[in-house]
């Protein structure tokens, strides 16, 4: 199975301050229809999952325009250009390219 | 308004079996994919099961392979998870997620609220 690897795993962060979360995976998440399937989730605390974005960097509707992704191959990036109080939670990378689709571990967002 | 709806949950002793239900409305069900994932207490999430529109087609990750079936009546709007042989580690909150229309690795845009399964003796 792929492994998804997300550091760091606790970010307390400062708000109106940027954070950034970094996701590897074990194998290129490049499919075979030329596709980059990485998406990230927010969790917020006793919520159910939310999709934030899909496709590496397609940001969902309604997701505020201050989470943005990036990356490529095995290597991805969220950022938070200015966290709100509304962004704690935690938050999962998740590749759907090859089957079983897996998470990584989450990295729990906090306000310092 | 999309809504999913998870029920079924509950207690259950190791060895035993369970039927989760999941009720949809807001879109049109038989037009897409569904999944089942689920959350350990205090742990993160693990991919379980897709199935394709028609029920055609439909995988499963291996910790439930064999265990575990996913079904839907579209005809309901429902989505199912028939869990047997059920263990400890299958503890956990159960959600029932909305994929995508041509089943691609995008996720789930919508998710229910989750129904808790708790495997003891």
């Known amino acids: 199975d792929v492994v998804m690897t997300q550091s760091p795993l606790s970010l307390p962060v400062t708000l109106g301050q940027p954070a950034s979360i970094s996701c590897r995976s074990t194998?290129?998440?490049?499919?075979?229809?030329?596709?980059?399937?990485l998406n990230w989730f927010q969790q917020r605390p006793g919520q159910s999952p939310r999709r934030l974005i899909y496709?590496?960097?397609n940001r969902d509707s309604g997701v505020p325009d201050r989470f943005s992704g990036s990356g490529s191959g095995t290597d991805f990036t969220l950022k938070i250009s200015r966290v709100e109080a509304e962004d704690v939670g935690v938050y999962y990378c998740?590749?759907?390219?090859?089957?079983?689709?897996?998470f990584g571990q989450g990295t729990k967002v906090e306000i310092k | 308004e999309v809504q999913l709806v998870e029920s079924g949950g509950g207690l259950v002793q190791p060895g035993g079996s369970l039927r989760l239900s999941c009720a949809a409305s807001?879109?049109?069900?038989?037009?897409?994919?569904m999944s089942w994932v689920r959350q350990a207490p205090g742990k993160g999430l693990e991919w379980l099961a897709n199935?394709?529109?028609?029920?055609?087609?439909?995988y499963y990750v291996d910790s439930v392979k064999g265990r575990f079936t996913i079904s839907r009546d579209n005809a309901k709007n429902s989505l199912y998870l028939q869990m047997n042989s059920l263990r400890a580690d299958d503890t956990a909150v159960y959600y029932c997620?909305?994929?995508?229309?041509?089943?691609?690795?995008?996720?789930?845009?919508?998710w229910g609220q989750g129904t808790l399964v708790t495997v003891s003796s």
């Open positions: 194998q290129s998440l490049v499919y075979s229809d030329g596709n980059t399937y």
């Open positions: 807001g879109f049109s069900f038989s037009g897409y994919w």
């Open positions: 199935i394709k529109q028609d029920g055609s087609e439909k």
């Open positions: 997620a909305r994929g995508g229309i041509y089943g691609s690795g995008i996720g789930a845009s919508y």
């Open positions: 998740m590749q759907g390219t090859h089957w079983p689709w897996t």
């Open positions: 496709k590496v960097s």
